[in-house]
């Protein structure tokens, strides 16, 4: 999900997986959109009407698990403030490939389908610093950058190279 200031600029803000809700705080709040959604790949998505989305958490008695659902993703935004401010580059980089793999099912589940663009925009670093700091981990073993998309092959030591206070953003769902 990114963000869009006024003057245009994206700033990645989190990333959603299968089964997660998009909109809403909308919802909740009558107020207008405020991020916007890139997909890493194709995905099926159902969109429901403000009305009917209302209509269905009240009449199934959902308010409660909606608010603690909508709390939950709001906890993490101080964490990620927080790591945007004082972790290096390289720490920033391997949570966001450990959260788009987390985030993944399937067949891909270790594949980042993330061009080195919108991982530079995502935080906010150039393409040439992803592709020096993407050609080390390459080197070392522990990821494929070619055929596209890039491939996480050992996950501990993308891990290990993570910000070690980001334990809930860098670990599989359920953990």
């Known amino acids: ?19 997660d809700l998009i909109g809403e ?12 959604v890139w997909t890493l790949e194709a995905c099926e998505v159902t969109v429901v009407s403000f009305g009917a989305f209302g ?4 009449e199934a008695r959902l308010e409660n698990e909606l608010q603690r659902y909508m709390m939950a993703k ?6 990620r ?18 959260e788009v793999v987390y985030a993944g099912v399937g067949p891909t589940a270790s594949q980042v389908h993330l061009s080195q663009r919108q991982i530079g925009d995502a935080l906010g670093v150039t393409r040439p610093w992803v592709n020096r700091a993407l050609r080390k981990w390459r080197v070392e073993g522990f990821i ?3 055929p596209d998309p890039i491939t996480v092959l050992d996950i501990e030591a993308l891990k290990r190279r993570a910000p070690q206070d980001a334990t809930c953003s860098t670990s599989p769902p359920g953990k």
Request: charged residues 20%.
């Open 81 to 98: 403030i927080h790591l945007a401010a004082n972790r290096s580059m390289e720490q920033r980089l391997a949570q966001l490939l450990l």
């Open 55 to 58: 209509s269905f958490i009240k």
């Open 144 to 146: 494929r950058t070619r």
């Open 25 to 36: 705080y909308a919802q909740r709040d009558a107020g207008g959109r405020t991020a916007s």
């Open 1 to 19: 999900m990114v963000y869009t200031g006024v003057e245009g600029t994206e700033t990645f803000i989190a990333i959603r997986g299968p089964g």
């Open 74 to 79: 709001t906890r993490q935004n101080p964490q």
